[in-house]
């Protein structure tokens, strides 16, 4: 457990001082906040089904896509390219410790990325005035929803980008490789919906499943203030798999 | 035999063979019995054993791709051998790697370090992970900075900015942090100008006898002054094993004199003739002015310069130099990996053997 720390510690801290991450937020706080402006902008026109800040999560494959390649492929493959990770594995610090300091690391720094975009509302309030409540750009239910779906969903996303960190020791290659893998996760859900395989009666039986795993439903019930337990599953038991794997395989070839 | 350290560890050497006598000999600190690593079809290491006692600097030898560096990160638990046993004061690294990593400091080849730290936070997260009681990492990291001559110049210093020379020592200081029984390094003086290296032996010196050091290098003269006993290594297998001096007798039985005078090699061997029937002529060549540079060999435990020089004084010759070549390591380890590489590739005797040069006096 103190390994642990230190190497959390030592990882935050390598966070914050590469200007990497620096730029990292501020283009991701500027794709967000583009986002959040068309959303605004949308509302504005038309009367829409859903509010601003519902239409903002629905977007979160977005950022997912570009932010957890970029925060992940660097963690292990690069150590294990300029050969820090043999030293580190020379200590008593065990395999595990260190792909879960990596781990959660990318997991907070990417919440904080996240916690930024809280303020957004509040922003728009205080330049819009009273002419749009706050209750409708802030709605409770929504951003507390919507909020925990990227807190549950962000801990797979990480546990990907680590995973394709760890079997490579080109950076580059880890970034296609979990920006794919994610790809795959996030549109397969709804992409099977679209087929007209569903349609056949023998894989009716399929759709229950294709629900439990598309993330866009997910975010639908949560969006709406649904806290489920599902998903929860469903994402923590496949970050666990995947850390564990990340695990053997930085064990086995150090 | 029970081994007892920290307290708690209590753990039974495996060896049921070892005979009563040697049973009773303190634990090496470092113990490889028939170690063997394959990758796939390649034999990396084949059937390596060796025992270095505690306190001991042992030079760990070969040319590339001997085996070295796969056999130091085998002792540090790295990469799992295919088979053999490989203790670190007893302990089996195989089966207890998180009790062996406590008593090794390993330095690998290249010496990776992380661009963007400063040296002190470095040594200090190091320090912590390797289990330096909070209380003591400052101590620790400011001793291991002072032995490794860190401490003044290159403390708040970007380890990305530093020379190769800063590196290495950052590297050593790192090893010797946590006072471990053992230290491995691989190659601590490659690319390093000869005062760093001076350096890095008188580092290497001061470790004796407090710690276990294993170190493998290119530069021979290095090894031969700074190591009490040198392991030589060619195509996985241990070929040479013991101190300089040992390992002189063994593969260079004979020592050269190289006289340059004014006789020609029959006169020569004419004045030469009573000194010792071992005594023969190796090459002669004619040198400038009517002086020959004349050698001859010798059993190495006769010393015959003296008699030489009586001899060729009693017959009037101009004299212009006279010398007994002690072998150096560089002779024996050309010496050793030449058999070796005559073992193993024997078979194709006739064809065109890789030419391994004849050791030069």
Not at chain 1, 94 to 103: D, H, N, P, R
Not at chain 2, 124 to 142: F, G, S
Not at chain 2, 247 to 275: D, H, M
Request: glycine share 6%.
């Amino acid at each position: 457990m103190r390994h642990f720390f230190t190497l959390l510690i030592h990882e935050l801290r390598m966070l914050f001082i590469a200007p990497a991450s620096y730029i990292a937020a501020v283009l991701y706080l500027l794709l967000m906040a583009s986002m959040y402006y068309f959303a605004l902008s949308k509302a504005a026109e038309a009367p829409q089904e859903v509010t601003p800040s519902v239409w903002f999560f629905q977007t979160f494959w977005v950022p997912v896509w570009f932010m957890v390649p970029l925060l992940t492929m660097k963690s292990i493959a690069e150590e294990r390219r300029l050969g820090t990770l043999e030293t580190l594995m020379t200590t008593p610090a065990s395999a595990l410790q260190i792909v879960l300091s990596k781990f959660l690391s990318a997991y907070l720094f990417y919440m904080l990325l996240w916690a930024m975009t809280i303020p957004f509302p509040y922003i728009v309030n205080a330049y819009t005035g009273d002419s749009v409540p706050l209750e409708r750009l802030f709605d409770e239910a929504t951003m507390i929803g919507g909020y925990s779906f990227i807190a549950i969903s962000g801990l797979l996303y990480i546990a990907i980008g680590i995973f394709s960190s760890s079997l490579t020791r080109n950076q580059l290659v880890a970034g296609m490789l979990s920006f794919c893998m994610l790809f795959v996760l996030i549109l397969s859900g709804r992409l099977m919906m679209e087929f007209p395989l569903l349609t056949l009666e023998w894989l009716d039986q399929s759709r229950d499943f294709v629900d439990y795993i598309n993330s866009f439903e997910h975010l639908e019930d949560f969006s709406r203030g649904i806290l489920d337990s599902r998903p929860l599953f469903l994402y923590g038991s496949l970050t666990m798999l995947l850390l564990g794997i990340t695990t053997l395989v930085v064990e086995s070839k150090a | 035999m029970p081994f007892h350290r920290r307290g708690k560890l209590i753990i039974p050497t495996f060896n049921t063979n070892v005979p009563e006598k040697e049973k009773s000999e303190p634990t090496p600190a470092i113990e490889v019995v028939g170690l063997t690593k394959r990758y796939g079809r390649v034999k990396a290491i084949q059937d390596v054993s060796f025992r270095v006692e505690s306190g001991q600097i042992v030079g760990f030898l070969g040319p590339n791709g001997a085996g070295k560096s796969t056999t130091m990160r085998i002792l540090c638990g790295l990469l799992p051998a295919t088979c053999g046993i490989a203790r670190i004061c007893g302990i089996p690294v195989a089966s207890h790697s998180n009790e062996t990593k406590r008593r090794i400091g390993y330095m690998p080849e290249h010496n990776p370090l992380p661009e963007d730290m400063r040296v002190v936070e470095y040594l200090r997260y190091r320090a912590r992970l390797k289990e330096v009681p909070m209380r003591k990492v400052r101590a620790a990291v400011d001793e291991a900075m002072e032995i490794c001559d860190l401490q003044r110049k290159a403390r708040r210093r970007v380890i990305g900015s530093l020379s190769k020379g800063y590196r290495q020592r950052v590297g050593i200081a790192d090893s010797i942090l946590a006072e471990p029984d053992v230290i491995v390094m691989d190659e601590p003086t490659i690319g390093l100008d000869p005062h760093q290296i001076l350096g890095i032996r008188n580092l290497i010196d001061n470790l004796r006898g407090r710690m276990t050091v294993i170190l493998s290098s290119h530069i021979l003269p290095e090894i031969e002054k700074s190591c009490d006993r040198v392991i030589i290594i060619n195509q996985g297998r241990v070929v040479a094993n013991g101190s300089p001096k040992n390992l002189r007798k063994e593969f260079l039985p004979k020592t050269t004199y190289r006289i340059r005078v004014n006789l020609t090699q029959s006169s020569a061997q004419k004045v030469l003739r009573g000194i010792d029937p071992d005594l023969t002529f190796a090459s002669s060549e004619e040198r400038e002015d009517g002086f020959w540079e004349h050698r001859l060999q010798a059993p190495s435990e006769l010393i015959l310069t003296e008699p030489i020089l009586e001899a060729l004084q009693k017959s009037d010759t101009r004299i212009r130099e006279i010398a007994r070549l002690q072998p150096n390591l560089e002779d024996i380890f050309m010496a050793a990996t030449r058999r070796s590489w005559d073992e193993t590739v024997a078979p194709f005797k006739g064809h065109t053997r890789p030419g391994v040069p004849m050791p030069k006096h």
